[in-house]
């Protein structure tokens, strides 16, 4: 199973930004996808999470600024970013629970990361 981002990039303060991420490879189910986002010198830290149900959940430093949704036949997550501020600098990771097989448990899969810096 693989993740690939894209979307990263530079932009201005109040900018926007759209992060894309698609899962591939044998994948029986997906079931959480998420963003995560690494800061240099902090912890990765949770950004969003959409459940299966496209139930979700947010950072409280980004709601209202960011939306995650999900395409599930393409086994993508998108990030939407907008009103982007110099603090969400970081490099931005994808991660998914997916389950690839029916007879096997479900595993916690990531993408390689990509890079977010906003300018002041």
């Known amino acids: 199973v693989q993740l690939v981002e894209s979307g990263g990039g530079l932009v201005q303060a109040g900018g926007s930004l759209r992060l894309s991420c698609a899962a591939s490879?044998?994948?029986?189910?997906?079931?959480?996808m998420g963003w995560y986002r690494q800061a240099p010198g902090k912890q990765r830290e949770l950004v969003a999470r959409?459940?299966?149900?496209?139930?979700?959940n947010y950072a409280d430093s980004v709601k209202g600024r960011f939306t995650i949704s999900r395409d599930s036949a393409k086994n993508t997550v998108y990030l939407q970013m907008n009103s982007l501020k110099p603090e969400d600098t970081a490099v931005y990771y994808c991660a998914a629970e997916i389950q690839t097989s029916r007879y096997f448990r479900e595993n916690d899969f990531w993408g390689q990361g990509t890079q977010v810096t906003v300018s002041s």
């Open positions: 490879g044998s994948i029986f189910s997906i079931n959480h």
């Open positions: 959409i459940t299966s149900d496209d139930s979700t």
